[in-house]
Structure formats: C-alpha cells, structure tokens
C-alpha cells in the first residue's frame, strides 16, 4: 500500500564531509544500497534502453553521484560494452577521492567531478547537452515542483534519463527501520526511513515529466517497481 509523500530534511545532508559519523552513515548507506542490488538494476536499465543501433553513449551526467563509487559499480558492468566514456559526477560536496577517479581511468572512462548546485548545473548545460542522465536515491530529496523543474531541465538535456529511487509504501518502511542490521549508524538510519517516507510509487514521476515539450512526442516513458524496494524511472528519445 502507498503512502501519502513527505519530504523531510535529511541528516546526512547538513553535515561536515569529514565528519566521523558523517563518514560511517556513508558507508552504511554504501551496503545498504549493495543489500537492495541497485548496481544490478541500474546497469541493465542503461544497457537496455540506450539504442542498440547507436553508437555508445559517450557522455554521463550522474546527479547526485556522493563519492562517485555507485557509478563506478556500474561503469564496471558497462566498460567492456561502452568505452572511453566521460562520465561527470555531480554533488553539492566534492568527496570524490583520487583512487576512485584512478578505477574509472583503469575501466577506460574519465570521471569529471563539479560541486554544484543540480538545478544551477542543468540550467546551465541545456544547450549542451549530454548523452545520459543518471541518479540513483536522489530524486526523493525534492518536492514535486522542484521535481518538475528538475525533469524539465533533464528532457531539455538528454538521450537517457534513468532514476532509480526508493519505493514508497508501508513494506518498505517496515524495512527501512531494520537498517542498523546492516550496520548503518543513527544517521543512516534517520535517512534511510526519511528517504522511504519521501519516495516515489506509481506514475508520480511520469505525471511531472514535461507535457509541453516541442519534441514531448519523442519520448518513451516508463515508471516501474523494480524488485523490492525499488521504484523506476525511464525516459528516452525515440
């Protein structure tokens, strides 16, 4: 069953990048995401839905990217499909670290990293442009018109848009709160209920993606549950 949507701040998100608890929520939240298989429903997404007949995408942007280490999970199950990409790893605080920068290098891509706002930096890239847009439990932190903001930016950018978000319904909840199973401290656990109570369920995204877009009918959208506690989020020029 859903329940009603409630974006609440989120602990981790206020706090220092060197903080000693700061540190630890992270790397709870790191087997957190490793128990939930993100890495295994991300990359298949991106393999299956970037055209076949295309040549590979050659520009990533991954919204929200923390230390980078999700993205360079899944550069690993792509790279010996999808070569010398540059993948742009963005966030608000800059803790991307020189041997993850060094892992992509040894998988053929480049890793690009900018501290910055996401609204700022999507304006600002529009009419650049990038091949794919990625986000994996990012999109929860935003209130449906910052969400619409954020989706319009995106259309106007990308080929690819994938989100991968938490699922919001009671289950989920239930679950969130057995955290501390898994190792994660009191922020991690704080975050990883207030990020259910803030996520996604039935066609919430779809119903924010653009509608009047000049090119809206060239985009193929699809929102999904992805095993159990994922909710999907795809959208993809024809």
């Not at 792509?78 to 020189?98: E, H, K, P, Y």
């Not at 898994?182 to 369920?201: F, M, P, T, W, Y």
């Not at 066609?203 to 549950?225: K, N, R």
């Given at each position: 069953?859903?329940?009603?949507?409630?974006?609440?701040?989120?602990?981790?998100?206020?706090?220092?990048?060197?903080?000693?608890?700061?540190?630890?929520?992270?790397?709870?939240?790191?087997?957190?995401?490793?128990?939930?298989?993100?890495?295994?429903?991300?990359?298949?997404?991106?393999?299956?839905?970037?055209?076949?007949?295309?040549?590979?995408?050659?520009?990533?942007?991954?919204?929200?990217?923390?230390?980078?280490?999700?993205?360079?999970?899944?550069?690993?199950?792509?790279?010996?499909?999808?070569?010398?990409?540059?993948?742009?790893?963005?966030?608000?605080?800059?803790?991307?670290?020189?041997?993850?920068?060094?892992?992509?290098?040894?998988?053929?891509?480049?890793?690009?990293?900018?501290?910055?706002?996401?609204?700022?930096?999507?304006?600002?890239?529009?009419?650049?442009?990038?091949d794919v847009i990625t986000t994996n439990l990012f999109l929860h932190h935003f209130r449906d018109e910052q969400l619409a903001r954020?989706?319009?930016?995106?259309?106007?950018?990308?080929?690819?848009?994938?989100?991968?978000?938490?699922?919001?319904?009671?289950?989920?909840?239930?679950?969130?709160?057995?955290?501390?199973?898994?190792?994660?401290?009191?922020?991690?656990?704080?975050?990883?209920?207030?990020?259910v109570r803030a996520g996604l369920a039935g066609q919430e995204l779809t119903a924010l993606w653009p509608t009047d877009e000049p090119?809206?009918?060239?985009?193929?959208?699809?929102?999904?549950?992805?095993?159990?506690?994922t909710h999907c989020f795809v959208a993809r020029r024809r």
């Amino acid at each position: 069953m859903s329940l009603r949507r409630s974006v609440e701040p989120e602990i981790l998100d206020e706090m220092p990048a060197d903080d000693r608890r700061a540190i630890q929520a992270r790397r709870g939240l790191k087997r957190l995401n490793a128990f939930v298989l993100q890495t295994g429903i991300m990359a298949p997404i991106l393999a299956r839905q970037w055209p076949q007949a295309s040549p590979p995408p050659r520009t990533i942007l991954d919204l929200g990217a923390g230390d980078g280490t999700f993205s360079l999970s899944v550069a690993r199950r792509l790279a010996a499909r999808w070569g010398g990409v540059t993948i742009t790893l963005l966030d608000r605080q800059n803790i991307v670290t020189q041997e993850t920068r060094d892992a992509f290098a040894a998988l053929g891509w480049k890793a690009e990293t900018v501290t910055a706002d996401v609204l700022d930096y999507l304006e600002r890239i529009k009419a650049i442009g990038v091949d794919v847009i990625t986000t994996n439990l990012f999109l929860h932190h935003f209130r449906d018109e910052q969400l619409a903001r954020l989706l319009g930016l995106a259309a106007q950018s990308a080929r690819l848009f994938v989100a991968c978000e938490p699922r919001r319904n009671k289950f989920s909840l239930r679950a969130s709160r057995l955290s501390w199973a898994l190792g994660c401290n009191e922020v991690a656990l704080h975050d990883a209920i207030v990020s259910v109570r803030a996520g996604l369920a039935g066609q919430e995204l779809t119903a924010l993606w653009p509608t009047d877009e000049p090119s809206q009918g060239q985009w193929i959208v699809q929102e999904y549950e992805a095993r159990l506690f994922t909710h999907c989020f795809v959208a993809r020029r024809r």
